[in-house]
């Protein structure tokens, strides 16, 4: 039985959600969001599958993982730092037809046979470096498009309707690839592209949206007539540098950033070793890793459904513990595998059930990060500080991935997985007995005027 209370909350959100749908312009954004990522889905299968066909080196996957995330830790930073003083929409959509026409130079390459593994590095390099453009400019449009009151709601549909995207885009990409190739595969992430350039660009919303603070800040920079070079360099340098101010001016931001670095470090073994942990633990082939996938995908959806629901009963920090709490039950699932091996239903349940939740408690996390975060975040600097905690999140990628590479050689898939445990279980008790400031407090992720202008000055 449902209490009155219950009752009453599952009817707001309801009507959260039902009032965000009616806004013509977020409609366009999410059709653009869910439509790219579902492109992307099928892009990520063929181009993963294609780099073992081709060099058949487990070296070379890991150095085209590595350069995946390379640029949105070196390059991000300085983009969000360009892009702040850029129409984003325009960004947006010059980002998407750009990727566009790099994906399909690369197919057409593929099928004259010119495709190697340098070939793909230096591909993979300049795709995520224009990636590195498109995020800090997608998060602070989402900002000109989203009314603070429905930044909760039209933050957790968007996140539920790209992880279903997602999750359609995995499952068509083994028929697609099978059926018609890789090259149409990647052809398709291409429509994709284009598609969602021309949602966003017949957007009204995010003309030229700036603050009053932002202009008198851009006039500072511009009005450098009859200044020198070296001036006018200066005051982009401090530009990109305020993005680093603002993030660490704020406890709360800080705190947030932290705990980004520290989850994705533990998280790297489930991206990297998949198929260890399908062969070693659980003595099984790549159906496991189909499973996995799946339910992953559904954990997503099902995560981000749940965290307007949470945030209504739970503090930002109970919903850090929740889900740093079900991130170590599921890696305990993964290392307690090998109970199971022999008996393939029980294998695919505890696969299932693992990813399942593991999911579910990142998407809690990443929901609440991303909410807060959007919520709170001064809109002049925006794009800077997505971009500079973009870049801390995954700064712990390439290196955490180097690491890997370094232990597992030595250590067991399993002895690594526990490992994992251990650190959620260090990581929620640090929450529990520090309580770090996770609260957002009045002008808590500013930074003082004062100090703006006498760095852009």
Same mark, same amino acid.
């Given at each position: 039985?449902? *209490?009155?209370? =219950? ?61 995946? *995330? ?20 325009? /960004? ?20 004259? %046979? ?15 470096? /224009? ?129 980004? /670095? ?30 996995? %996938? ?73 929901? *609440? ?23 801390? %999140? ?18 067991? *898939? =399993? ?43």
């Amino acid at each position: 039985m449902k *209490t009155s209370k =219950e009752a009453s909350d599952m009817e707001q959100n309801r009507k959260m959600y039902g009032e965000i749908i009616k806004e013509r312009e977020y409609r366009k954004l999410i059709f653009a969001t869910v439509i790219n990522r579902f492109g992307d889905s099928v892009d990520a299968i063929a181009f993963t599958w294609l780099v073992y066909q081709i060099t058949h080196s487990a070296a070379w996957s890991a150095i085209v993982f590595a350069l995946n *995330t390379l640029p949105n830790v070196v390059v991000q930073p300085f983009a969000g730092a360009i892009v702040e003083k850029m129409d984003k929409k325009h /960004v947006i959509v010059a980002t998407h037809l750009f990727r566009a026409v790099i994906i399909t130079l690369f197919a057409l390459l593929y099928r004259a %046979g010119l495709v190697n593994a340098l070939v793909m590095a230096i591909f993979t390099l300049v795709i995520t470096t /224009v990636e590195s453009f498109n995020l800090p400019a997608t998060s602070a449009f989402t900002m000109q498009v989203v009314k603070k009151e429905h930044m909760t709601c039209g933050m957790s549909l968007n996140s539920m309707l790209s992880s279903a995207a997602s999750l359609a885009g995995t499952g068509a990409a083994g028929v697609i690839i099978a059926t018609a190739g890789v090259s149409t595969a990647m052809m398709i992430d291409v429509v994709t592209f284009a598609v969602a350039a021309a949602l966003i660009g017949a957007m009204k919303a995010g003309r030229a949206k700036v603050t009053e603070a932002a202009q008198n800040e851009a006039s500072k920079i511009t009005s450098a007539t009859g200044e020198t070079e070296n001036k006018i360099e200066q005051s982009k340098i401090e530009f990109f540098l305020d993005g680093f101010r603002y993030v660490a001016s704020s406890r709360v931001i800080c705190n947030y950033g932290l705990l980004a /670095v520290a989850l994705n470090f533990m998280l790297i073994p489930i991206n990297a070793l998949q198929a260890p942990i399908a062969s070693e633990i659980f003595k099984m082939g790549g159906e496991i890793l189909s499973i996995a %996938g799946a339910f992953a995908a559904i954990g997503g959806i099902a995560g981000s459904a749940l965290v307007p629901v949470l945030s209504q009963k739970l503090s930002p920090l109970k919903m850090i513990m929740l889900g740093t709490s079900l991130l170590g039950a599921g890696m305990l699932g993964m290392a307690c595998g090998g109970v199971f091996v022999g008996n393939n239903i029980a294998c695919y349940v505890d696969v299932a059930a693992s990813f399942f939740i593991m999911m579910v408690a990142a998407s809690t996390i990443g929901g *609440t990060i991303n909410i807060q975060f959007m919520k709170n975040a001064d809109p002049k600097y925006i794009a800077r500080a997505a971009a500079v905690m973009g870049a801390c %999140g995954e700064a712990c990628m390439p290196v955490g991935s180097l690491l890997l590479s370094a232990v597992v050689t030595k250590v067991s *898939t =399993e002895a690594i997985l526990v490992f994992c445990v251990i650190f959620a279980i260090a990581i929620l008790a640090i929450l529990v007995f520090a309580k770090p400031q996770m609260e957002i407090e009045e002008g808590s992720l500013g930074i003082k005027n004062e100090k703006v202008s006498a760095s852009l000055g």
